[in-house]
């Protein structure tokens, strides 16, 4: 089963930024926080991860809390195609298989 | 851009028949994997495979096989479809060097129906 706990769904204005928050109260210290989307019923695709400091790209911010237990992530200025299923995974190395919980369901509107 | 591509897209076929479904990828990542994804939840590891002739279960394997005899294939069968095998199957890969190593490709999915 997942680790990971994440709301069912958000809403979230166009041009607004949105915060996705992520619980993984029991991570263990080699694991890392990676965050994926799924854009309707295409295949996932990576957007950023990290182990305990920030981080950011080109597509979003990922902020953990320094006790690592949670994370959010950010998408500054949520567009329309941002509209997916966001999902919060703990994975340890570079290589190992993903463990996908149910995700977050965010909505992006006018 | 080198990719990763699955065929077919989309298959019906009926309770009993052998199913496969095939997997390339062009970037000779080591790791390969099969996920399935039923209506309405998360993804779910079926195989994954490290290397060529290097396979291991997954969370739900029961009902399939894998082979892996070149590093840029890893065709997933079906050796007798069940209506519960009914789903998404997504393949993915990741390598274990390069600049983007910890991202893991996902294809755009093959929707499998079993009658």
């Known amino acids: 089963d997942a680790k990971t706990t994440q709301p069912t769904s958000m809403d979230c204005a166009e041009g607004r930024a949105a915060n996705l928050p992520c619980n993984h109260s029991t991570i263990s210290g080699n694991e890392y926080v990676y965050w994926y989307r799924q854009i309707h019923s295409q295949g996932p695709q990576y957007i950023i991860h990290g182990l305990k400091n920030n981080e950011t790209n080109e597509m979003a911010s990922l902020i953990i809390t320094e006790d690592r237990k949670s994370s959010t992530l950010i998408l500054p200025h949520a567009t329309l195609r941002d509209t997916a299923v966001y999902y919060c995974?703990?994975?340890?190395?570079?290589?190992?298989?993903?463990?996908f919980g149910t995700g977050t369901r965010l909505q992006v509107t006018l | 851009d080198a990719g990763i591509t699955q065929s077919p897209r989309y298959k019906i076929t009926e309770t009993g028949r052998q199913v496969t479904l095939m997997c390339h990828q062009t970037w000779s990542h080591s790791y390969m994997f099969w996920y399935r994804q039923d209506l309405g939840h998360g993804l779910r590891l079926i195989y994954y495979s490290a290397a060529a002739d290097i396979t291991d279960k997954g969370e739900v394997p029961d009902g399939y096989v894998v082979s892996r005899s070149k590093t840029e294939n890893f065709p997933l069968t079906l050796e007798s479809a069940t209506r519960s095998q009914t789903s998404v199957y997504f393949c993915?890969?990741?390598?274990?060097?390069?600049?983007?190593?910890?991202?893991?490709?996902f294809g755009p999915g093959t929707r499998l129906t079993v009658l």
């Open positions: 995974i703990e994975r340890t190395g570079t290589a190992s298989k993903l463990t």
């Open positions: 993915a890969s990741n390598g274990p060097s390069g600049r983007r190593y910890n991202e893991q490709f």
